[in-house]
């Protein structure tokens, strides 16, 4: 029986090794690493001071170098760069915390991770959040509205310096005691900034009319949403007074059929609809597999087109027409608005703080395969 016990009671080892046993050289080799281990001295990290010693220059200039404040020249910050990332020297996150009272960490409560639009706005937000020195923590109020609270509470616990916020459709975001920029409408109370959900509703609607589309079927999910309704809002106002348009939103229909129920495209394509738009991509897939389904081609017997240009819409056959978002722009504005309240360079520094910068972002149609003009050759050269 081998017994080792290293100093401060650090490591104990027991092993029974008869002389026979054919891992006994093994053991010996590891008793010994573990001895040798307690002799060791943990490398230490190199401070600033260290970095300042081998440049021969004070600590307040490697400071100033590295953190891009005070005078210091170009080829001087150079040199401190060059060092630093030669002797291995990580900021500390903790000094720099107690120095400006910040953690240089961000939260972003998003309403539904599932949905693949909310990890295309988070990645947008870091990036932006990532340029500008700041970390994200992410909470998902898997759109509840209890959830949505407690997200928001949970990440002022854990000391975010701010908050972005994309609300629970429905809702609005109280005041909160730190900076907080709201991502959803240019009509909702408190947005900070959105891309302009009307105006890509109108470039919808101007699309289809342009085609010839004269009777259209609108598809949005929730009646309480303010997006959806700035969205179909633009669509309307873009297809004009010509057009005749009927609306299905899914929580009634489903809450009258069921869950999952076909949403009647059959009758609606009977009834002489010839373009269907929908306020998401995913709702436009939807009415896509039902129409495969019952016999119906996209875009010969009917014309379709979403929203969001989700990142599996051009990959889909035929390829998804729709409307995209500019969330690099959306996630830049968001992020300098708020850091702008953290940093005390806005007259808000609680609760939702104002856009720095405009605050709606237009949207851009991506035509692709899934809709097409029905109007006759003729009627196309008159028009030309």
């Known amino acids: 029986m081998h017994k080792l016990c290293l100093n401060h009671d650090k490591v104990i080892i027991l092993i029974d090794s008869p002389a026979e046993n054919p891992y006994r050289e093994l053991i010996n080799r590891l008793i010994k690493m573990v001895s040798m ?64 009272g910040r953690n240089s960490v961000l939260g972003l409560v998003l309403p539904d991770i599932a949905n693949p639009l909310f990890p295309q706005i988070a990645q947008a937000i870091e990036a932006a959040a990532a340029a500008a020195g700041y970390g994200i923590l992410i909470a998902d109020s898997r759109g509840n509205v209890s ?16 908050l972005v916020i994309v609300p629970r459709l429905g809702t609005r975001i109280a005041d909160l005691d730190i900076p907080v920029a709201v991502i959803d409408s240019p009509s909702t109370p408190g947005n900070t900034v959105a891309a302009d959900h009307w105006q890509g509703g109108e ?21 309480a949403s303010i997006v959806q309704n700035d969205r179909l809002g633009g669509i309307r106002a873009g297809l ?76 889909i056959t035929p390829a998804l027409s729709t409307v995209r978002m500019d969330l690099p722009r959306i996630g830049e504005i968001a992020i ?49």
């Open 147 to 162: 959830l949505q609270t407690e997200a928001i509470n949970r990440l002022i616990e854990y000391g975010v310096d701010g």
């Open 240 to 315: 004009g007074k010509q057009t005749e348009i009927d609306v299905l939103w899914i929580e009634h229909h489903e809450a009258e059929f069921g869950k999952g129920a076909h949403l009647g495209l059959n009758e609606k394509i009977a009834s002489g609809t010839t373009a269907i738009a929908a306020v998401s991509d995913v709702h436009a897939l939807r009415a896509m597999t039902e129409l495969y389904h019952s016999g119906y081609r996209v875009p010969d017997d009917v014309s379709v087109i979403g929203f969001d240009d989700l990142f599996w819409a051009s990959g």
């Open 336 to 384: 300098a608005s708020l850091v702008q309240a953290i940093e005390g360079k806005s007259e808000s520094r609680k609760g939702p703080v104002p856009t720095f910068g405009t605050s709606r972002v237009p949207m851009t149609l991506i035509a692709r395969q899934t809709c097409r003009s029905i109007l006759s050759s003729s009627t196309s050269a008159k028009g030309l």
């Open 37 to 100: 281990s307690d002799t060791l001295q943990p490398k230490q990290t190199p401070n600033l001071s260290d970095v300042a010693k081998a440049l021969g220059v004070s600590v307040a200039t490697v400071s100033n170098a590295l953190s891009g404040k005070g005078r210091v020249s170009a080829s001087l910050i150079s040199r401190v760069k060059e060092q630093a990332a030669r002797m291995g020297y990580v900021p500390s996150h903790t000094g720099r915390a107690l120095r400006t």
């Open 203 to 223: 470039l919808v609607g101007q699309h289809l009319v342009s085609g010839g589309h004269r009777k259209v079927l609108l598809i949005g999910k929730n009646p």
